[in-house]
């Protein structure tokens, strides 16, 4: 029987949140580099009737058109997409929870028998997989707020857990996460956001730039407050001569900020909403300048933020805010500015400064490019399987 590269993600697919992307662009990554790799997620209600998909779930398949496209991924990958049928995840309780379900049906039953080792950030599936004995990658984004028990931890099966921030990595280690077996990686992109799109860049330019405007500042990412995208605004504000253009969030996010920026009286933003991944490459090239303005505070010690990456293999200047996760890249040699977080003045500066200093270009700034391409998905699984014992892959 073969053996398959497992990835698991205990959500419906497609969704915009950042712990998805990476879930999907890393076993995307994986099947790139020629591992058997197969993605497993949760099903919609709606297309869970089908008593096959319940008795026969191990059935591999290409990933749906719309799934594809949301995250631009390739054609190698395989997919299963676990059914959740009603009640699952409708009627409160522990048997009907989408959790029980994957970890005490699904997997030991019908996946683990075809699985050679697994990956993902869901620490009930980590335990039930090392019982069942099968070999574990484990990913933390975040502080974890439980207690890591030791006969998972330090068991032979439990290769290594993989985290984006030395403050989650110490915190890591406080509740008793071995230090040998924890691997700090930062978060990565696309390989599309490297193909130059002068055309559609110049497409989104055309699109965007309004009222005489010949800059073009974006932010791409979550529309929350901590993320900067209110301090945005106020620099907004500060520069009416700058186009200032928003991708991401949801419906409802969109339609608050807009009220917002109507409130401040700010008519130079916009904001698009998500954007497709097979769009947002040539956004990014579009701009000037690309914006990080993260604010300070606990989000600003543990974050590797997608955006940042994906900016970097844009090749477009960026200006950020310093915060301690990216102070590393501070000394090296990309195109960017940095400012001190939440002060709005000081980022209004530093955007000035760019724009007379690192003027657009259309094919990017190559050194840049260059520099990214070391954080790329099959660069992060690279390292990542490198610690992996040869007995298990």
Same mark, same amino acid.
């Given at each position: 029987m073969n053996k398959h590269y497992i990835f698991f993600t205990r959500n419906v697919l497609p969704k915009p949140e950042a712990h998805i992307v990476h879930d999907v662009n890393?076993?995307?990554? @994986?099947?790139?580099?020629?591992? /058997?790799?197969?993605?497993?997620?949760? !099903? $919609?209600?709606?297309?869970s009737l089908n008593p096959i998909d319940w008795i026969y779930p191990?059935?591999?398949?290409?990933p749906e058109e719309k799934i594809v496209k949301y995250y631009n991924i390739d054609n190698k990958l395989k997919v299963i997409p676990l059914a959740m049928p009603w009640p699952i995840g409708r009627?409160?309780?522990?048997?009907?929870?989408?959790?029980?379900?994957?970890?005490?049906y699904y997997f030991p039953i019908h996946i683990f028998p075809h699985t050679k080792i697994l990956h993902t950030l869901d620490?009930?599936?980590?335990?039930?997989?090392?019982?069942?004995?099968i070999a574990v990658i484990?990913?933390?984004?975040?502080?974890?707020?439980?207690?890591?028990?030791?006969?998972?931890?330090?068991?032979?099966?439990?290769?290594? @857990?993989?985290?984006?921030?030395? /403050?989650?990595?110490?915190?890591?280690? !406080? $509740?008793?996460?071995?230090p040998e077996k924890i691997l700090k990686l930062h978060l990565s992109f696309n390989q599309s956001f490297l193909v130059r799109q002068p055309d559609k860049a110049k497409?989104?330019?055309?699109?965007?730039?309004?009222e005489g405007r010949q800059n073009l500042v974006v932010y791409s990412g979550g529309l929350y407050r901590f993320k900067g995208v209110d301090l945005l605004i106020d620099v907004a504000k500060k520069l009416p001569q700058i186009q200032f253009a928003f991708a991401g969030g949801d419906e409802s996010q969109v339609q608050a900020y807009r009220q917002l920026a109507r409130e401040k009286q700010v008519d130079n933003v916009t904001f698009l909403g998500y954007i497709q991944h097979e769009h947002l490459p040539s956004l990014l090239q579009a701009a000037d300048i690309l914006?990080?303005?993260?604010?300070?505070?606990?989000?600003?010690?543990?974050?590797?933020p997608l955006k940042f990456f994906e900016y970097l293999a844009s090749g477009t200047p960026i200006v950020a805010t310093e915060i301690p996760p990216l102070m590393e890249?501070?000394?090296?040699?990309?195109?960017?500015?940095?400012?001190?977080?939440?002060?709005?003045?000081?980022?209004a500066h530093c955007l000035q400064y760019t724009l007379e200093t690192y003027p657009r270009r259309v094919n990017g700034y190559s050194e840049q490019i260059c520099f990214a391409r070391q954080f790329s998905w099959e660069n992060r699984l690279s390292r990542i399987m490198s610690h992996i014992k040869k007995c298990i892959m």
């Open positions: 890393t076993a995307n990554a @994986a099947a790139n580099l020629g591992y /058997p790799a197969v993605l497993v997620y949760l !099903q $919609k209600p709606q297309q191990f059935r591999l398949s290409q009627i409160g309780g522990k048997w009907t929870h989408p959790s029980t379900i994957v970890c005490k620490w009930n599936l980590v335990k039930i997989a090392i019982k069942s004995g484990y990913e933390r984004e975040h502080y974890p707020n439980h207690k890591y028990e030791p006969e998972i931890v330090q068991h032979p099966l439990f290769q290594v @857990a993989v985290t984006v921030a030395e /403050p989650v990595r110490e915190k890591m280690i !406080q $509740k008793g996460m071995p497409q989104w330019r055309q699109k965007l730039l309004a914006a990080h303005p993260h604010c300070s505070g606990e989000a600003a010690t543990f974050t590797s890249f501070k000394e090296t040699n990309m195109i960017a500015v940095w400012c001190e977080p939440d002060n709005p003045n000081q980022f």
